[in-house]
């Protein structure tokens, strides 16, 4: 470690220390889902099973809760619900990362875990320029900087070049990249290497104006390409779209493509571009395959640039969290996502009721804890409204089929609302956390996730509805 590295990890330290006793009384602090100790924590990076251990790590500032510095944060699990804080893994502490350490991906190279990471760097005038990474441990707590391996910004594109995701295909690795054209168009990029050391750039795979793709947004970040059920899967985080009926109603989205991937030829040839999640809060999702062949994602519970300065846990010193990991499959030309199983070891006992609904608000269980996993089911021939502790509503509205998570916005109070549309609501399996909600419907068709901050008087889960309907509902408390 070098001493500039050393300085940076006890300044961080020592923020740390100073805000401990003001972030842990915060009410709004999450039971199960992983934050930052203080400061702000954005994209998850890094995310590997790596000798049978997890290693997530995050984008973290710890001076304060917004973005103007980057550091790795790191934490590890052995089960994927319990969490243990590790040291820091990279500090923005040399020439080619100085103004941060952004984010990147993980690998086993030769036995060590292998970071590649987005340097960046800016000059007096606010110039920017882009170096790919490398980090390696030998025991996936200790890092050591190899410097950039990628230098050279692509003809054609700007300094807008970051997040390699780096895998390994035949004997040879490969990494995916965000960039943007000097047009200012968002793309996705190829390269490859036999050493992970000396990169060959192979072009753009998918993008605006790539192949059938008209023009869709100008800048695409935190790209993932996976194979996935006999299906090759894209994701990306394309900065700049456009609302459209129900969807993209986010600053920015985070989605993904199903196709074909061609390695050698360096194309993508794939269909419409669908959200992951339909909620307030998510973006720069990044996944990984575990040792059991499960191919699991994390998102960032945060979107840039959306209002992030307004919501409360800022005067406390922290903001935002990640979500719950959540396993992929692809059935029927749709990319599901279910929380994974080991989720069901936080749950207490099980509280079973059929709820028999009433035009006035009634108790919907009993337990007025701020963190459960509820299920619903036999859903689809009543129309209701759930109140979750005063701070938000759920609600299915079988006319139109529209399901709809509704909150108070941060910074107006007004209300503001996400929607999806179904054919036929089966089943919804919610993820209540002290200051979150995350919605999986018709066993992972949608997920739509987002952070709600009740008062500290509210009540519990309340229903209403149609008095002619009822349906079925199990409940288990995680505190």
Known sequence: MTDKERELHELAYAEVKKHKETVDADPYRQAFHIMPPVGLVNDPNGFVQWNGTYHMFYQWNPFAPNHSHKFWGHVTSDDLVNWKEQPIAIAPSDWFDKNGCYSGSGIDVDGKLTLMYTGNVKDEDGNRESYQCLAVSEDGVHFEKLGPVVDQLPEGY?????????????????????????????????????????????????????????????????????????????????????????????????????????????????????????????????????????????????????????????????????????????????????????????????????????????????????????????????????????????SYDKATNLLSFERPNGKTGDAERRQVKVDRLSELRVFIDRSSLELFVNDGEYVLTGRIFPGESESGLRVRGESVNEFAVTAWDFE
């Open 158 to 394: 700007t300094a807008h070049f970051r997040d390699p995701k780096v895998w390994k295909e035949n004997g040879r690795y490969y990494f995916v990249i965000g960039a943007q054209t000097e047009d200012l168009t968002g793309r996705v990029l190829l390269y490859s290497s036999d050493d992970m050391k000396n990169w060959e750039l192979h072009g753009p795979i998918a993008g605006s104006n790539v192949g059938t793709l008209r023009e869709f947004g100008y800048m695409w970040e935190c790209p993932d390409v996976f194979r996935l059920d006999g299906t090759d899967v894209l994701v990306v985080s394309p900065q700049g779209l456009e609302a459209e009926g129900l969807r993209f109603h986010n600053v920015y989205q985070a989605g993904y493509f199903l196709g074909n991937l061609d390695l050698d030829k360096a194309s993508f040839e794939h269909g419409e571009f669908d959200e992951l999640d339909r909620g307030f809060e998510f973006y720069a999702p990044q996944t990984t395959v575990d040792e059991s062949g499960r191919r699991i994602l994390v998102g960032w519970m945060g979107v840039p640039d959306q209002e992030e300065e307004y919501q409360p846990t800022v005067e406390k010193g922290w903001i935002h969290c990640l979500t719950v990991p959540r396993v992929l499959t692809v059935e029927d030309g749709l990319l599901k996502q279910r929380p994974v199983a080991e989720l069901s070891k936080l749950r207490g006992e099980a509280t079973h009721a059929v709820v028999s609904l009433q035009d006035e608000m009634q108790e919907l269980v009993p337990s007025k804890a701020r963190a459960q996993e509820l299920l619903l089911t036999d859903l689809e021939q009543a129309e209701w409204e759930i109140d979750v502790f005063g701070a938000a509503t759920i």
